[in-house]
């Protein structure tokens, strides 16, 4: 969901603090950071791995599988280099041990690649992502087991891998003794949803994914599923997919992804008949973002303000009106805080020095 600006005063400006402090520093933190294992340091293995990269920082800030669809993304994907900020070598010991392996690690520049995407009026997955509880069954034909955040380290990792690769971060659950004595494996293999529910209480704040997954015994195949989900008060289910474990568990977290995404999508369009986008330049303090937010939400055309991003010293918003635009545009006019941006589209703004 979009935050929802209506506040004043201090508690106003402590919520512009963590949000202009930390929003995009998180962003760059959690999105900008990619690695590979690669053969060698030739010219062409950097360049396949950097575009590799890029598509991966797209699918993150995209939460789009595939977003090689859209042409603005293959004319990035073209020239990936233009987006790195920095990258570098590094060797390491292999998971099992054994010889060392070359990697190369790479930092992407988040805002610029925001700001192409954006200009293209390619839908961003904005907005902050709540953490994702994981309750998972498993059964191997030889042994059966629940998932916990520190048992099964292979299955485990492999998830982590999988979400973090599409921008979203999993959560295990500890089962200590108490979940031991609430939880047992068949409440997750039957999906009783009701008892995982009420023992996802203690994680605050996040979103439920619930189900299985066994090994054929006859082909050897892994068969996923049913998975249930619940994010927020949106309660779904799916049924899952058959094959080798990586692809079976890429099926349900990008279903997940889709189904978060479709939650807080901003997209260029996507706005009701009383909704507007605004765009508004030179916001490069907390304190002018402060007056911008408080300025739009004292206008009387003005019902609500929501924050859809913020692009380098550019804020975009959504604004819901309580009368037409042109009665928005009239009081912009009269005031003395923003002036029209020349050549640019409808409510384009820049900030006064």
Do not use: C
């Not at 520093?25 to 690669?38: G, H």
């Not at 309580?322 to 589209?345: F, K, P, W």
């Amino acid at each position: 969901m979009r935050h929802i600006f209506k506040a004043s005063g201090s508690l106003l400006l402590l919520l512009l603090v963590i949000v202009f402090g930390s929003a995009e520093s998180a962003l760059a933190a959690d999105y900008s950071k990619v690695s590979y294992e690669i053969a060698d340091r030739s010219e062409a293995t950097r360049g396949t791995s950097m575009r590799r990269g890029l598509q991966e920082v797209i699918v993150r800030l995209m939460g789009v599988r595939e977003p090689g669809q859209y042409p603005a993304v293959r004319d990035m994907l073209r020239k990936p280099e233009r987006f790195i900020q920095q990258y570098q070598y590094h060797s390491a010991l292999a998971d099992q041990g054994g010889d060392e392996v070359l990697q190369i690690l790479m930092v992407f520049d988040v805002q610029a690649i925001s700001r192409v995407l954006q200009e293209a009026q390619l839908p961003l997955w904005s907005g902050a992502r709540a953490n994702i509880l994981v309750w998972m069954a498993v059964d191997e034909g030889d042994a059966r087991y629940l998932i916990a955040n520190n048992t099964h380290r292979e299955v485990r990792e492999l998830m982590d891998r999988i979400a973090q690769s599409r921008g979203i971060s999993l959560l295990f659950p500890l089962y200590d003794l108490q979940e031991q004595k609430d939880i047992q494996f068949m409440d997750v293999w039957g999906g009783f949803f009701d008892y995982l529910k009420t023992a996802s209480a203690r994680y605050a704040d996040t979103v439920i994914l619930a189900g299985r997954i066994y090994k054929n015994r006859l082909d050897n195949d892994w068969v996923g599923g049913p998975w249930s989900m619940q994010i927020e008060d949106d309660y779904s289910t799916m049924e899952g997919g058959k094959g080798a474990l990586l692809p079976v568990l890429e099926q349900v977290i990008d279903e997940l992804v889709t189904r978060m995404r479709q939650q807080t999508l901003s997209v260029a369009g996507e706005i009701t008949d009383m909704s507007v986008r605004m765009r508004i330049e030179g916001i490069n303090q907390v304190a002018n973002y402060a007056r911008v937010i408080q300025y739009l939400t004292g206008l009387q055309s003005v019902q609500d303000v929501q924050i859809n991003a913020l692009i380098g010293d550019r804020l975009e918003l959504i604004l819901i009106l309580q009368e037409g635009i042109n009665s928005l545009e009239e009081e912009i006019a009269l005031g003395t805080l923003l002036d029209v941006v020349s050549g640019q589209e409808a409510l384009w703004y820049r900030l006064r020095p």
